[in-house]
Structures are given as C-alpha cells and as structure tokens.
C-alpha cells in the first residue's frame, strides 16, 4: 500500500507559477512510476506528466510540454510538479498516482492516488 498526499495547488494569476508537491509513505516509493492528473469540473480526468523510478524517463502532454517540470527525490519520498506560464485552461484538481503496472500513462495503470490539490488560475 502507498499513501499519497497532494499539496502547493492555491490561487495564481495567468502566468505566474505553483509547485506541486506529492508525498509518499508505505511501501518502497522508489519501486514506482508516479504520475501527475488533473481534471477539470465536467471533463475526463487526464493525464498531465509522468516519472519513472530513477527519475531519469519522464514524459508530458503536449498541452504542458514546455511549461511544467516534473522531478523526484527518492531519499524525500516525493514528486514535485513545477508548473510555470500557468493559464486558464490549466484550472482543475491535480491528482499524483503511483503507476502499480510499470509505464503506462492510462488512469487504470496506476493503483494508488492522492486525493488531489485544487490549482486555479485567473486571467
């Protein structure tokens, strides 16, 4: 079992910057890819950015891709989620899942989650 807590979502204007933070404790937190969700009010949830167990593989959606960073620190037990250039459109509740199938980006690969912060951007 992995315990996932999500934190750092707040209120930001267009273009500013938030860092998420998702802590981990239970089982070995390094064994797992982690993922970053997020799902907007009335939408799918959906993928955001993804890590692998080392931190050396990691992986973005194309709407994110040059804006958001996403990093581990293993001997800390979490994952950050730098989020910079922030827009409306990236106002949801972001979610962190611990992939339990190895490297798949699907919600259904991963088997434990958090409970996930809220981000809100203005314009």
């Known amino acids: 079992q992995v315990q996932l807590v999500e934190s750092g979502g707040g209120l930001v204007q267009a273009g500013g910057s938030l860092r998420l933070s998702c802590a981990a404790s239970g089982r070995t937190f390094s064994n797992y890819a982690i993922g970053w969700f997020r799902q907007a009010p009335g939408k799918e949830r959906e993928f955001v950015s993804r890590i692998n167990w080392s931190g050396r593989s990691t992986h973005y959606a194309d709407s994110v891709k040059g804006r958001f960073t996403i990093s581990r620190d293993n001997a800390k037990n979490t994952v950050y989620l730098q989020m910079n250039s922030l827009k409306p459109e990236d106002t949801a509740v972001y979610y962190c899942?611990?992939?339990?199938?190895?490297?798949?980006?699907?919600?259904?690969?991963?088997?434990?989650w958090g409970q996930g912060t809220q981000v809100t951007v203005s314009s």
């Open positions: 899942a611990a992939n339990t199938r190895g490297w798949g980006q699907l919600p259904a690969d991963f088997g434990y």
